[in-house]
């Protein structure tokens, strides 16, 4: 991995956090200017440095933000819902996508998504190893989304956005969004 790629992980991981980098910096006991050379692949992190910084900006989030994201994207007006990362399972889902759904949607909610995929979301899924996104190296990706033509789920060609959220049980999410 090049220093370009820790920085850009550690630029993601401290926005998720809504840290500033002044308050990184104080935290890891450098300059606001050292953290923005790390960010910007200027300056390598030493392995204690890049450890350190993970502890900091790994802590899973409390259960009330578990709470607290359901709340929003159960009330997002954007065509949204939210999936366990690696199991694909419903966790929630706007009332714009719940609409564009045949059937209950509470039959879903716990569910694995993934047998309702076109080929394209199936093949981005593929390369997200490739890409680290499990290793929090990339957090959000824009995706083709083709035809599915199932009539319970349907899934019509564009785009969506995936963007990786922590949980609180230390497991991920994937916010789906369907772009205009």
Same mark, same amino acid.
């Given at each position: 991995?090049?220093?370009? /790629?820790? $920085?850009?992980?550690?630029?993601?991981?401290?926005?998720?956090? $809504?840290?500033?980098?002044?308050? *990184?910096?104080?935290?890891?006991?450098?300059?606001?200017?050292?953290?923005?050379?790390?960010?910007?692949?200027?300056?390598?992190?030493?392995?204690?440095?890049?450890?350190?910084?993970?502890?900091?900006?790994?802590?899973?989030?409390?259960?009330?933000?578990? !709470? !607290? *994201?359901?709340?929003?994207? &159960?009330?997002?007006?954007?065509? @949204?819902?939210?999936?366990?990362?690696?199991?694909?399972?419903?966790?929630?889902?706007?009332?714009?996508?719940? !609409?564009?759904?045949?059937?209950?949607?509470?039959?879903?909610?716990?569910?694995?998504?993934? @047998?309702?995929?076109?080929? &394209?979301?199936?093949?981005?899924? %593929?390369?997200?190893? %490739?890409?680290?996104?499990?290793? $929090?190296? @990339?957090?959000?990706?824009? @995706?083709?989304?083709?035809? /599915?033509?199932?009539?319970?789920?349907?899934?019509?060609?564009?785009?969506?956005?995936?963007?990786?959220? #922590?949980?609180?049980?230390?497991? !991920?999410?994937? #916010?789906?969004?369907?772009?205009?």
């Amino acid at each position: 991995m090049t220093t370009g /790629n820790h $920085g850009a992980a550690l630029r993601r991981l401290r926005l998720l956090r $809504g840290m500033k980098q002044d308050h *990184l910096a104080e935290l890891m006991g450098v300059t606001q200017a050292t953290v923005s050379r790390w960010e910007r692949g200027l300056l390598p992190m030493a392995p204690a440095q890049r450890a350190a910084a993970h502890r900091l900006l790994t802590v899973p989030p409390a259960p009330s933000q578990d !709470a !607290a *994201l359901k709340r929003l994207v &159960e009330s997002s007006t954007l065509k @949204v819902h939210l999936i366990c990362d690696r199991t694909h399972r419903l966790l929630a889902a706007s009332p714009a996508r719940r !609409a564009e759904w045949r059937g209950d949607p509470a039959d879903f909610l716990g569910r694995s998504l993934l @047998v309702y995929a076109s080929p &394209e979301i199936l093949e981005a899924e %593929a390369r997200l190893d %490739a890409l680290g996104w499990h290793e $929090g190296q @990339v957090t959000s990706l824009a @995706v083709r989304t083709g035809r /599915n033509a199932d009539p319970m789920l349907p899934i019509r060609p564009g785009q969506a956005l995936w963007e990786r959220v #922590l949980l609180a049980d230390g497991s !991920a999410g994937r #916010l789906v969004t369907t772009l205009a």
